[in-house]
């Protein structure tokens, strides 16, 4: 009788593991990764552009304008790989991303993206009905909102509804991919230029051998009492890069992880996504050239001993 009844235990159990695992495999995604559980899967490649011709073609319908936006044709994709993203929280509802010919960055209502699209993630995206915008001048996708006030149109946010059905993965994350443009030391004035600047926007560069202006010690990246007249974002200049037209330096949020540490002292390697700043087409200063860090890793200290 104890064996008929252990028998009938076993049964049972196997009877309740099978509905388990039948309830698993319905809703369960793959976890190689070759299906992502997110974006639009049934995305294919039909009218993929570069971005330098995106760029060249709806830049040129917003000719001298700081703040605009134009729809952008249906149909048009780009694929690209995402160069930066909000893992440390100084990049805020954007996705960077860069082909072979430059970079764009995407305005999304969402925040994690890191989580779905790290660094070095390929993306095929859907622009069709999107708009291409300018906001004071730096180059971006979203949707147009409309200051009445000010009449101003800017590129503003895509809904996260929106947005998943726009992108399809591609592949798996290769961050090695990801590999900025260089600017030596002698390089970095070209930047002055804004031909120059407008042609990097978007991208990821490296400048070469750069000093902060007001490293002194104390002052920190992007202190909120500072930051609270300039929209919760601090830019930090570097020597020889302060004076009108010549503006280079680093823009960081008040909210990223590394806000409140202390600037390095000394030469610096600093990686970011370069972006451009003007605040009317008759600015005394002209553009001004901002990178945005993805993390506090991407400033390498070449002098170490004047940090100590």
């Known amino acids: 009788m104890k064996s008929l009844k252990y028998l009938k235990l076993a049964l049972f159990a196997l009877v309740i593991g099978l509905s388990a695992t039948s309830c698993m495999d319905d809703d369960w995604t793959d976890p190689t990764g070759e299906v992502a559980p997110f974006g639009n899967n049934q995305l294919q490649e039909t009218n993929v552009v570069?971005?330098?011709?995106?760029?060249?073609?709806?830049?040129?319908l917003l000719k001298d304008k700081v703040n605009d936006t134009v729809r952008i044709a249906d149909g048009v994709q780009i694929k690209a790989r995402v160069t930066g993203n909000d893992i440390s929280?100084?990049?805020?509802?954007?996705?960077?991303?860069?082909?072979?010919?430059?970079g764009i960055v995407i305005s999304v209502a969402q925040?994690?993206?890191?989580?779905?699209?790290?660094?070095?993630?390929?993306?095929?995206?859907?622009?069709?009905?999107?708009?291409?915008?300018?906001?004071?001048?730096?180059?971006?996708i979203g949707v147009p909102y409309t200051d009445f006030k000010k009449n101003q149109t800017y590129p503003s946010r895509i809904s996260r509804?929106?947005?998943?059905?726009?992108?399809?993965?591609?592949?798996?994350?290769?961050?090695?991919?990801?590999?900025?443009h260089v600017f030596?030391?002698?390089?970095?004035?070209?930047?002055?230029?804004e031909t120059v600047a407008h042609k990097y926007t978007g991208q990821i560069v490296t400048l070469k051998?750069?000093?902060?202006?007001?490293?002194?010690?104390?002052v920190t990246f992007a202190p909120e009492a500072e930051g609270a007249a300039t929209g919760y974002g601090v830019t930090r200049y570097f020597k020889g890069y302060t004076a009108q037209k010549k503006q280079i330096g680093i823009?960081?949020?008040?909210?990223?992880?590394?806000?409140?540490?202390?600037?390095?002292?000394?030469?610096?390697?600093?990686?970011?996504?370069?972006?451009?700043?003007?605040?009317?087409?008759?600015?005394?200063?002209?553009?001004?050239?901002?990178?945005?860090?993805?993390?506090?890793?991407?400033?390498?200290?070449?002098e170490p001993e004047k940090n100590k």
């Open 209 to 218: 051998g750069v000093e902060f202006d007001t490293a002194d010690g104390t």
């Open 89 to 102: 929280g100084n990049i805020y509802n954007q996705i960077m991303l860069e082909d072979a010919t430059g």
């Open 184 to 193: 030596e030391t002698s390089e970095i004035s070209t930047l002055n230029n």
């Open 111 to 140: 925040g994690g993206m890191c989580g779905q699209l790290p660094i070095g993630q390929e993306v095929l995206i859907d622009l069709g009905g999107l708009y291409y915008g300018a906001y004071r001048t730096q180059p971006q």
């Open 50 to 60: 570069n971005i330098a011709d995106l760029k060249s073609k709806y830049s040129a």
């Open 251 to 302: 823009r960081t949020s008040c909210y990223a992880k590394f806000a409140a540490e202390t600037l390095p002292k000394g030469k610096l390697n600093v990686t970011g996504i370069l972006t451009v700043y003007k605040t009317s087409a008759t600015s005394s200063y002209g553009t001004t050239v901002q990178l945005v860090l993805r993390s506090q890793s991407d400033i390498e200290v070449l």
């Open 161 to 180: 509804t929106e947005w998943q059905t726009r992108f399809k993965i591609l592949g798996k994350a290769d961050a090695s991919l990801v590999v900025p």
